[in-house]
C-alpha cells in the first residue's frame, strides 16, 4: 500500500484551494523523537501542565445555542475551577463569563450546569447575591461587617471569553492570544460548516481510567481502526485518511466515508454497509449502477439535494466536505468530527486529581432545520426519542468509570482498551510510543505540549 511520507500522506480533493476547508496543508515535520511516557501517569508532570498549560490556553466552554434566553447560563469545570457562562442580553454575543466562586467564603456560587436566573444568583451559604453582570448586589446582614472588611467585598470576577462559530471558548490567561489567531484555519473550518447553526440534542460525561492524553492519541488517529473497530472497514478509509497540521497545536484529519478500506478484502461489491449508506441518503441499493468507488459521489450528490430542498447551503461545500469526516483537533483537549448534518464534539476534560482518570465528554450536535420533515441521519447513532428539534438544551448523561457509555459499539471497543493501555504506559517494558506518520497528530499535539510544558509558550 503507498504512502507519501514527503506529503504527510494522501491528499483527498486535489482541486481544493488554500482558503477551503479540505484544502491539504503543507506537511509539518514533527521530527522523530520518543516521548517519556511519564507525561501519562506522574502527578508532577499533571502538576505542570496544569501550571503550563491549563491556566493559560484557551479551552470550550460551551455553545451559545446553549444558552439562548437572558439569564440562561452553563458551568463549565476545568479540573478543580469552575466557571458560569451566562447571557446577559438580546445580542448575538451578550454573554460574559465569570469565575464561579462566592467572593465571601468561596462556595462555589452556581451548582447546575445548565439553568436559568431571573435577576441574580445567589450563594447558597449566606445568600450574597450578585445581578447576572456580575455586580455585587445584596450582603446578608451587612451591618455585621466592619465597614473596611465590607469595602473588601468584590464582584464577581470575570475571565477571558470569545466566541467563533457560534462555540466558546474561555482562558485564565492575562494577556491571551486572540481567539481567532489562536484557532488558525480550524476558525474557518468551523464557519464553512455552519457550526453556529447546530444545537446540541444529547450531551453524555463518561469516567474513564486513563489519562486524558491517553483519550486523545486513540481519537487522533485512524491507524487503529482496522484491529479494534473491523465494523468499519466496508465504508470507511483508515490509511487513505487526509492529516493535517496547523499551528498552536491544531490538526484535522479528514476520513473517507462511503468507500471501502483499502484493507478490507472486497473491493468490488456493493458491501452491506455502502448499501445501509445508499439507503441513508435515499438511494436504492438493489438498483444503484455503480461499485463501490461510485457509492461517495452519490451520496454527495443526493446530499446536494438535500440542501436544495431544505436551503441548507452546502452549495459551497466540496464533495469531500459533504460525505467525509472532519476530525478537528481543538488544541489541547478537543476533537470535533464535523459533518453539513451535524457533528460530535468530545472534550477530555482531565480529572482534577488524579493523572490516570478522565472524563470524555462528548455533545452530539445537529444542524437546526425549521421543516419537521428534515430527518437527521441514522449514523449519527441517536437513541430513539431524542428531541432534535433544538428546542430544549439537554441534561447532562452521567456514567460512571466502567459503566457502558452507550454511545455506541465504537465507544464501547475504545472504552475497554483504554484502561489497559493506560497501564501499560506505566510499564518498565515500554519506552515511550513510537508513531507512524498516520498517526502524525499525535506528535503535533505533543510537541505543542511540550511548548508549553518546558516553558517555550
Ligand atoms: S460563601 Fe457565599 S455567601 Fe458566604
Ligand atoms: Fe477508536
Known amino acids: 500500500m503507498d504512502y507519501n511520507l514527503e506529503q504527510g500522506g494522501p491528499v483527498l480533493n486535489p482541486d481544493a484551494t488554500p482558503a477551503a476547508a479540505d484544502w491539504k496543508a503543507p506537511y509539518v515535520d514533527n521530527g522523530a ?191 487503529h481502526l482496522g484491529s479494534v473497530h473491523p465494523q468499519t472497514q466496508p465504508i470507511m478509509g483508515d490509511i487513505t485518511t487526509q492529516i493535517d497540521c496547523y499551528p498552536n497545536g491544531m490538526s484535522r484529519m479528514i476520513v473517507p466515508i462511503g468507500v471501502p478500506s483499502p484493507h478490507f478484502p472486497d473491493q468490488s461489491s456493493i458491501n452491506p454497509g455502502l448499501q445501509y449508506m445508499l439507503g441513508s441518503v435515499g438511494l436504492k441499493p438493489e438498483t444503484f449502477a455503480g461499485g463501490p468507488r461510485d457509492v461517495r459521489p452519490a451520496l454527495a450528490a443526493a446530499k446536494r439535494q438535500v440542501s436544495k430542498r431544505f436551503d441548507l447551503g452546502w452549495e459551497t461545500l466540496s464533495d469531500v466536505q459533504l460525505t467525509d469526516s472532519f476530525a478537528t483537533g481543538i488544541f489541547p483537549n478537543v476533537q470535533f468530527g464535523i459533518h453539513p448534518e451535524g457533528a460530535f464534539l468530545m472534550r477530555f476534560m482531565p480529572h482534577a486529581d488524579d493523572p490516570q482518570r478522565f472524563t470524555y465528554d462528548t455533545m452530539t450536535l445537529v444542524r437546526h432545520v425549521d421543516d419537521p420533515s428534515f430527518k437527521v441521519p441514522d449514523w449519527m447513532g441517536l437513541p430513539d426519542g431524542i428531541d432534535c428539534s433544538g428546542r430544549e438544551r439537554p441534561e447532562i448523561e452521567y456514567k460512571g468509570i466502567g459503566e457502558p457509555a452507550e454511545l455506541g459499539l465504537v465507544l464501547d471497543q475504545d472504552s475497554e482498551l483504554l484502561p489497559i493501555v493506560q497501564k501499560g504506559l506505566r510499564s518498565k517494558g515500554f519506552k515511550g510510543p513510537l508513531w507512524s506518520e498516520q498517526e502524525g497528530r499525535l506528535r503535533h499535539f505533543h510537541n505543542e505540549l511540550d511548548r508549553y510544558v518546558e516553558g517555550e509558550k
Not at 47 to 68: F, H, M, N, Q, Y
Not at 86 to 96: M, S
Not at 114 to 139: E, K, M, P, Y
Request: glycine residues 6%.
Open 33 to 223: 523523537d520518543i516521548k517519556d511516557p511519564s507525561r501519562y501517569y506522574t502527578a508532577a508532570y499533571k502538576a505542570k501542565e496544569w501550571e503550563r498549560l491549563w491556566s493559560r490556553v484557551w479551552t470550550i466552554a460551551g455553545l451559545v445555542s446553549d444558552i439562548p434566553d437572558v439569564g440562561d447560563f452553563l458551568t463549565y469545570d476545568l479540573l478543580h475551577e469552575s466557571f458560569v457562562i451566562v447571557r446577559t442580553g438580546a445580542g448575538p454575543e451578550d454573554i460574559r463569563a465569570w469565575y464561579n466562586v462566592c467572593g465571601h467564603r468561596g462556595n462555589r456560587l452556581v451548582h447546575a450546569d445548565f439553568g436559568h436566573v431571573t435577576g441574580r444568583f445567589t450563594c447558597n451559604f449566606h445568600s450574597w447575591q450578585w445581578d447576572i453582570d456580575g455586580r455585587l448586589a445584596h450582603v446578608t446582614d451587612a451591618e455585621s461587617f466592619k465597614p473596611e472588611v465590607l469595602a473588601c467585598a468584590p464582584d464577581l470576577v470575570p475571565v477571558a471569553m470569545d466566541i467563533v462559530a457560534g462555540v466558546i471558548f474561555v482562558t485564565m490567561a492575562d494577556d491571551p492570544v486572540p481567539l481567532r489567531e489562536f484557532l488558525g484555519p480550524v476558525a474557518s473550518h468551523m464557519e464553512a460548516f455552519q457550526v453556529d447553526r447546530m444545537n446540541v440534542v444529547r450531551h453524555v460525561r463518561s469516567e474513564w481510567a486513563a489519562n486524558w492524553k491517553t483519550g486523545i492519541d486513540a481519537f487522533y488517529e485512524t491507524y
